[in-house]
């Protein structure tokens, strides 16, 4: 649901009632990850997706299904051989899709309206919802903030209000999107309660030092997969707003200094583009001891030869130097700005999701990977 945050916060701000079917759990080789979401209105506008296709027509279905009756609902489509061209997922895999309605008189309302708001304003929050359990629990919703404050709640039970508030706000730590199975009363008191707890948070900074054109075809590939991009130069004619007018940020400085003082996390990927000595040293030598998520420098194999020595000159140890991806980017055969753009956009991706890299004609590899780190998009599981 908070994956199409920014279009629910509009339609709660025009008071529009409509029904959102998320994406639960998935096996096998099903196409979105929990947290994706289908959304349809009043008046039959949808927007999003759960499947890619499959199964979006049956889902649209229940969608208006929960908005005439009120109803919340966990529907499971599969592959088979009699529904495979039907509702079925003709990719073999399953998905669980929770459907609930956001209506004005619904009490759940208020308390995603106050998520979405927050998601589409770039804030973290975790909204964690009943998959399975009581009746009287069914529909019901409880919104977490970074600090551990709440609202909404799970009706008469504060114990469990505390207990899936601290769970949750666990999964937002991480930025992650799944399932919590706790007890009715908190903790594991109870009989077992399945809920979806969804993270949103601010979208990842990608860091790009050097403003060249490289540069520029970057920052659009960056803003593309959803990251927060920063351009860094010391040279003011170069980085202007007028060469990176899609870029978030334009800052003339050195940029070790820039690196020194800016704020990163282990979702940052820093792209190192100028390829110059007197820039690059002094900047890998620090990006290599923080915790970020990419480290990578353009420049030929002689470059980067003479930078590795350089590094190690000035105290960069090989455990390090390890972390350095140089030359950036994946062999794609790229020669234009766009197209190397792309081979570090890849490398970054494969570097998160922990992809090899390799074509998949022919692999054994797997075509989706659960990675243990964070979508660069708005929600814990992203492209």
């Not at 540069?215 to 960056?222: D, H």
């Not at 040293?281 to 002689?302: E, I, Q």
């Not at 140089?326 to 190397?340: V, Y």
């Amino acid at each position: 649901m908070l994956d199409i945050a920014e279009e629910l916060n509009r339609w709660t701000g025009q008071d529009r009632d409509f029904a959102v079917a998320t994406v639960v759990a998935v096996g096998g080789s099903a196409p979105r990850r929990p947290g994706a979401a289908l959304a349809v209105d009043a008046d039959g506008t949808a927007i999003g997706s759960v499947s890619g296709g499959c199964v979006e027509g049956a889902v649209y279905a229940l969608c208006e299904q929960a908005l005439r009756d009120g109803g919340t609902v966990l529907e499971r489509f599969g592959y088979s051989d009699e529904d495979a061209f039907a509702v079925g997922l003709t990719c073999g895999g399953t998905i669980d899709i929770l459907v609930t309605p956001v209506r004005a008189a619904d009490p759940v309302r208020p308390v995603l309206a106050s998520a979405l708001a927050a998601a589409a304003r770039g804030e973290a929050v975790a909204v964690a919802r009943i998959v399975s359990g009581p009746a009287e629990l069914t529909g019901r919703a409880l919104t977490v903030r970074p600090d551990g404050s709440y609202e909404g709640g799970f009706g008469d039970r504060p114990e469990l209000d505390r207990t899936v508030a601290a769970e949750a706000g666990a999964f937002l730590d991480a930025g992650r999107t799944g399932t919590l199975e706790i007890g009715e009363g908190g903790s594991r008191c109870g009989a077992p309660l399945t809920l979806l707890v969804e993270s949103s948070l601010p979208p990842p900074r990608m860091i790009v030092f050097g403003a060249i054109d490289f540069a520029s075809a970057l920052v659009r590939v960056g803003k593309f997969l959803g990251h927060h991009v920063t351009v860094c130069d010391a040279r003011p004619v170069f980085a202007t707003k007028a060469r990176f007018p899609e870029a978030d940020e334009i800052v003339v400085e050195w940029p070790h200094e820039y690196l020194e003082r800016t704020s990163v996390d282990a979702r940052t990927v820093l792209c190192v583009l100028t390829h110059d000595a007197k820039f690059d040293v002094p900047l890998l030598k620090l990006a290599l001891r923080l915790p970020v998520a990419y480290v990578g420098a353009m420049g030929s194999r002689r470059t980067h030869l003479d930078r590795d020595a350089r590094l190690r000159e000035v105290g960069v140890t090989e455990p390090e130097l390890a972390r350095l991806r140089s030359p950036i980017g994946l062999d794609l055969g790229a020669r234009t700005p766009e197209e190397t753009a792309l081979s570090i956009a890849a490398e970054i991706v494969a570097s998160r999701r922990g992809g090899s890299g390799v074509s998949l004609t022919g692999a054994h590899t797997p075509i989706h990977h659960d990675s243990a780190s964070g979508p660069a998009g708005r929600t814990g599981s992203v492209a």
